[in-house]
């Protein structure tokens, strides 16, 4: 009889254990495939207000006119609604423009609202801010040049340097000449050579638009002027001659200086693409004169100069120098 107790006591404090065990597995089971419906609901959030962008570019409110957040219901077109989605929208503005949005999304599954999740994203129509180099003709990178960030030519790339970042041309093929070390010239790829990274070439890419930058150019200028630095033509400049020299400081600020003139020993330089032959080459200061130092606008890092210039210093944040 006793023994019967034991084994009985034993057998239930197993079962129990074993029930215990179960029931913990179902759920964490449980709550691991909320959260992960909460999480693909979420994302679903994101997608939705990308596709509404798409359409709407600058639309924070979900087309309501109402300030959010902002419920949408989360439907399985063969289950009805099995969630809810939650949108918080801002936008970033510089120089009273908007740049970027944030989108913060929560998604809450019906059948568990515990399994809330939460993602958010930032959203930005792409510019040419985006590239450390763009180019609108062919060009050859010597193996002497380090390049970071993504390097874009409209035409043919010789890339005999180090790249760490894409790079890519708008062409398929091209005709290399001796001006960029083919002899006989020769037809190559979009973009070729010995540089290393070559996984991170591609070509052909559609084309950067210089004609477009340049016909914002006035409009960038209304824009310094109005939110951030504005500069006119320097008095004394001639067609190629002195301009503004531009030093950033670590500090934020950066110092202007009015050049007054320039050594021109380097006077019989080639230009190749130039029709009028050997041109001036206006590269060194020889005097220049203090204009002040300023404080880069915190919500304005645009810099208009009219004219040409030399820049040097340390740049601490983003700034748009035209």
């Known amino acids: 009889m006793l023994t019967a107790i034991v ?17 913990t597995q179902n759920n964490m089971q449980s ?7 909460g999480l693909a609901i979420a994302e679903a959030g994101l997608e939705y207000y990308r596709w509404h962008l798409a359409h709407f570019p600058n639309d924070l409110q979900n087309g309501t006119g109402q300030a959010g957040p902002y419920s949408i219901p989360y439907d399985d077109p063969e289950g ?3 969630g809810t989605i939650s949108l918080t929208i801002n936008g970033n503005q510089s120089c009273g423009l908007l740049t970027s949005i944030d989108i913060t999304s929560t998604g809450t599954p019906s059948e568990d609202p515990n399994g809330k999740r939460t993602v958010s994203a930032r959203y930005a129509r792409p510019t040419v801010a985006q590239y450390s180099y763009v180019l609108n003709d062919s060009v050859w990178a010597g193996d002497d040049r380090q390049i970071l960030g993504p390097y874009h030519s409209n035409g043919g790339i010789r890339m005999d340097g180090t790249a760490n970042s894409p790079v890519t041309s708008s062409v398929s093929s091209w005709l290399c000449t001796s001006s960029f070390g083919c002899s006989p010239s020769s037809y190559k790829a979009g ?5 290393t990274n070559q996984q991170l070439w591609s070509y052909p890419k559609p084309q950067v638009d210089f004609a477009a930058i340049s016909a914002n150019f006035s409009s960038l200028k209304s824009t310094a002027q109005t939110y ?16 503004y020299h531009l030093i950033f400081n670590s500090n ?13 020993n380097l006077s019989s330089v080639s230009v190749s693409d130039s029709s009028a032959g050997e041109q001036s080459d206006y590269t060194r ?38």
């Open 31 to 37: 709550n691991s495939t909320a959260k992960s419906r």
């Open 80 to 82: 009805g609604q099995t």
């Open 228 to 243: 951030g630095k504005y500069f006119a033509t320097n008095g004394s400049a001639t067609a190629n001659g002195p301009g």
């Open 7 to 23: 084994f009985g006591a034993v057998f239930l404090t197993v079962i129990g254990a074993l029930s215990s065990y179960t029931l």
């Open 252 to 264: 934020g600020t950066f110092t202007v200086k009015k050049v007054t003139a320039v050594y021109t």
């Open 285 to 322: 200061i020889k005097t220049e004169s203090l204009v002040g130092t300023y404080t880069i606008p915190s919500d304005c890092g645009l810099i208009f100069v009219e004219d040409n210039v030399w820049v040097e210093g340390t740049i601490t944040r983003k700034v748009t120098l035209v």
């Open 191 to 195: 973009v070729w050579g010995s540089g």
